[in-house]
């Protein structure tokens, strides 16, 4: 189940190859764990350790090119790459890159250039003092940026990606109802955190990469703190926001409680959140823009948080392309998978809400089930 | 209980100073989580998304300065770094690079050079293309490798680090003594993954970033892989190797048990590899080398699994420098912590076993709570 049929990749690097030849690339060089994945169906939560460079060349016509630790053989060797080169990684005098600069070199020609991706929200995996060894080893071939192609080809979803980020949805939400069971007046930020996390990998969740949330007096401080051991009191609002992991695809929603009655700004700040998801929910549609999403958000709430985005895209990664913000002109597509996360102010802090939908030729679904107005209490 | 004492971030500091006059670099520029929280105590799962560049700056007097998102604000300001200069991000015209050159340039003479760790097991966490933005705004200040400076003050670690990851192995060793509850012939193997996280969250991990294993009769194929839903059935050997978390330090060690009565080749494999951990650890006293400890393991087990190495450092990052190795002549110093992870082909597959040391004055001691030479039979 952890792959997909092996037409969805030759498809995807169908769709590579055509945009590589518009943008005047002769392969792709890929470092990271999504791209790699996204290309291979190569699944392994060994992308932890940081020490181990993997490599991925999509060239210009056929099949990816894998470059790759040994210990990475078996189980690439069970998705459809065939052609799969290894070293014996960690080598001190050359980890891979030789490998790498032979394995481009057949594939490139010598006035080739070679796209990496090098724009917003990508980083090379690789030491630089390697990629400075492989770029004068290639040459007189360039390495140049990837032309946005990898960014345009993750953000659009298939419908089995979509299933599965609905799927991880499913079992945040289920995991999200069972709260009531562990949090409550007295019990540890810290306790809820792990149970929270118990509660995820009882309903499916394979891992959970992500858990953030808070807790405070009327609202919390920010949205990213690690849990703290003090005690959830009367009139905290409790918020947790997980990107769980089911099939290697991310949900990221948040919810939040009061922990008893809430005041009214609280309950106002909730009903206030839920409206501009709503009002950002029916923003979106193919043709509207990310902006668009922002600024029908943006007006329900009359000023944000200052934390920046109203919302981002969503898949193989906890945050993807686009944001939701005003300078961002991204034209939403069917099939593209986004997050609605409006913030408030309010008297004891901020408050955040996030629901998670895909933009369908009608406009928008929920993957997530959506929260009520009224703030739940615990 | 996220940070150490100011005093030593403050003593850090001064460390990294004094090797960066050695090498003639006016600052240290930082993007990655481990390297930001060395020198700051910023603990946060934030870094899972990968939208936001972060940076921090050591300059050659004073205390590091940080140049973040104004999400990370708050909880940056919670730490003892009190120069935080921070942007809205995401900011697709600049994302923070105008306010990290100005911030360099106030800091770095024009004929200066500031260090980007670039070795070995490091990468930059910033798209290239700002890399390329950030190098054109400086010039002519350059932008060199760190001279190994980083990966020298992370591999040797403080009591205060070491009481951390020794946490880290009890709660590691109280999940595995649990696994007779979670496993057994019939278990499906991604069902014993999910309940032996949450053995490990019950036991007191923060979180659990990493586990792999594997099941198969005599053996198994990897140690990379993700787990299938196919039943464990008797014969198997079951194998779970976990990085948890506690309080931002890891640890990282396996287990193996047999499903019913284990085969004579199974039964000398075990006693082998446990034979070839205590010859690492006897090997293991300062001034020894990681080569040193590669070599005392591999002559027991008289040749390995191909996969590479027998160990490697631990710490803020599941797997650090040094690698055990024969290529890595790295002296081991009093505070380093190391796991000893030797290999052995079966009839069946491999059989991998791992434990995790300090170096002390007087040699090795384990912080795992060493296994017992005969396999564990569930």
Redesign the interface.
């Known amino acids: 189940?952890?792959g997909f049929d092996r037409a969805e990749y030759a498809a995807r690097t169908a769709r590579a190859q055509a945009m590589m030849d518009r943008a005047g690339l002769a392969a792709l060089l890929l470092t990271t764990e999504p791209e790699v994945r996204y290309f291979t169906g190569f699944?392994?939560?060994?992308w932890?350790?940081?020490?181990r460079p993997w490599f991925l060349v999509v060239p210009a016509l056929g099949a990816p090119v894998a470059v790759i630790?040994?210990?990475?053989a078996?189980?690439m060797g069970r998705t459809w790459i065939s052609d799969i080169r290894t070293w014996?990684?960690?080598?001190?005098?050359d980890?891979g890159v030789s490998l790498l600069s032979d394995t481009l070199a057949e594939l490139v020609p010598r006035d080739g250039a070679i796209g990496?991706?090098?724009?917003?929200?990508?980083?090379?995996?690789?030491?630089?003092?390697d990629l400075?060894r492989l770029r004068a080893a290639l040459a007189p071939r360039r390495i140049a940026?990837d032309a946005g192609i990898i960014r345009r080809l993750r953000m659009v979803k298939s419908p089995a990606e979509i299933a599965r980020i609905e799927a991880a949805c499913a079992i945040a939400g289920r995991a999200f109802a069972r709260v009531p069971e562990i949090a409550s007046a007295g019990a540890s930020l810290?306790d809820v955190?792990?149970?929270f996390?118990?509660l995820c990998?009882?309903e499916?969740?394979?891992?959970?990469?992500?858990?953030?949330g808070g807790a405070g007096p009327g609202g919390y401080?920010?949205?990213?703190?690690?849990?703290?051991?003090a005690p959830l009191a009367p009139g905290d609002v409790l918020m947790l926001d997980t990107?769980l992991v089911r099939d290697g695809y991310f949900c990221d929603f948040d919810r939040n409680w009061s922990i008893g009655q809430p005041a009214p700004a609280v309950q106002a700040a909730h009903r206030r959140l839920v409206e501009a998801t709503r009002a950002g929910f029916e923003a979106a549609r193919p043709g509207a823009t990310a902006a668009d999403l922002y600024h029908a958000m943006d007006q329900v709430l009359g000023g944000g948080t200052?934390?920046?985005?109203l919302g981002?895209g969503l898949g193989m990664?906890?945050?993807?392309w686009p944001?939701l913000?005003a300078?961002?002109h991204t034209v939403l597509e069917e099939g593209m998978v986004l997050t609605l996360e409006p913030g408030i102010a309010t008297p004891g802090g901020i408050l955040v809400h996030e629901e998670n939908i895909v933009v369908t030729p009608g406009g928008a679904r929920y993957l997530s089930p959506p929260s009520e107005p009224e703030i739940a209490v615990l």
Chains 1, 2 share one sequence.
């Open positions: 189940m952890n699944l392994t939560r060994f932890e350790s940081p020490t630790p040994s210990i990475g078996d189980l014996s990684a960690p080598d001190l005098a980890d990496l991706p090098d724009g917003h929200e990508t980083h090379a995996r690789m030491p630089l003092a400075d940026g810290s955190f792990r149970r996390q118990i990998l009882q499916g969740a394979d891992w959970v990469p992500y858990l953030a401080a920010d949205v990213i703190s690690p849990a703290t051991p990107g200052g934390a920046g985005r981002h990664s906890l945050t993807e944001s913000i300078d961002d």
